[in-house]
């Protein structure tokens, strides 16, 4: 639900002259009990992007039930910034959050960061360029592409490292990083596929990049600087569990979902030789 932050006089006026500009980018920032960083973070992005991008954007907050003080920060920065806005869920799911954040915009190209922005924000450029372009329909941020430069324990790198080894194994995976909080994805295959996306937690970035390498989408990939964040809330043993489970059920489902994917690849224009069946090709390739 895309709440409505009162605003008044002047504010009023500034906000929605903003506001009524075509936006180019939409960056959403998922978070659940984050009122202590919130501020500081969205403030952060606001300045970045003020600095380095030279189209409309806007910063959308979408909160998963939040029960802390999250809710009167957003909608505090809602009403004081006219770039922010507030879209709030009643129950707790980052990918569900970034769904439905993503579904309702209206922008050329959108983008997630995590809330804690381990990644370093020069990359935010590099990340939406190539979907602003046309050379790309999303766009990866990669802590294992040659040119990263990461700073965390040894624990979650080789966790990171193993899990995306599974994915190179069971499901073919071609993209490097599966979990960096820092991705961009063209609105009109955001709209698209999304439907398809099922989780509505962590494994919700896996699933995404699975479902658009298996429809032909072209997925660009940017080294990034990422710092571990030492207060991250993540928890290891659990998401690790549903991101399994998350492989088995992608495994066991591409036959049912190949008529929508072969739908989908169709209606983005991602058909390839490989798509054809060998009897509509010809026997023999014409002398040259």
Request: aromatic share 6%.
């Amino acid at each position: 639900m895309m709440e409505t932050v009162e605003v008044k006089g002047d504010s009023m006026r500034a906000r929605d002259a903003y506001r009524l500009r075509p936006v180019v980018l939409d960056v959403v920032i998922p978070v659940h009990n984050e009122e202590h960083v919130l501020a500081a973070s969205v403030q952060t992005v606001r300045a970045v992007l003020q600095e380095q991008f030279p189209y409309p954007f806007r910063i959308t907050i979408a909160d998963s039930g939040s029960t802390d003080g999250t809710l009167s920060v957003a909608r505090t920065l809602a009403t004081a910034l006219p770039e922010v806005r507030l879209h709030v869920m009643n129950r707790k799911g980052r990918g569900l959050a970034l769904k439905q954040a993503w579904l309702s915009s209206d922008a050329l190209v959108l983008a997630y960061m995590d809330v804690d922005l381990s990644t370093d924000l020069s990359a935010v450029f590099p990340l939406v360029a190539p979907l602003l372009s046309g050379h790309s329909d999303l766009a990866i941020g990669s802590r294992l592409a040659r040119g990263a430069r990461v700073v965390r324990g040894t624990k979650r790198e080789f966790i990171s490292r193993s899990y995306n080894f599974i994915l190179h194994r069971t499901l073919r995976a071609r993209f490097s990083d599966a979990q960096c909080g820092f991705k961009a994805i063209r609105g009109d295959v955001a709209h698209a596929l999304l439907p398809l996306v099922q989780d509505e937690a962590w494994f919700f970035d896996t699933e995404l990049l699975v479902l658009a390498q298996w429809c032909r989408l072209r997925i660009h990939e940017v080294p990034v600087d990422w710092y571990d964040d030492p207060d991250s809330r993540v928890q290891i043993a659990s998401t690790a569990r549903d991101d399994l489970q998350g492989v088995w059920r992608l495994r066991h489902s591409r036959p049912a979902l190949r008529p929508e994917l072969d739908e989908l690849r169709e209606s983005l224009g991602r058909l390839g030789v490989q798509d054809f069946q060998s009897d509509q090709l010809p026997a023999e390739l014409p002398a040259s």
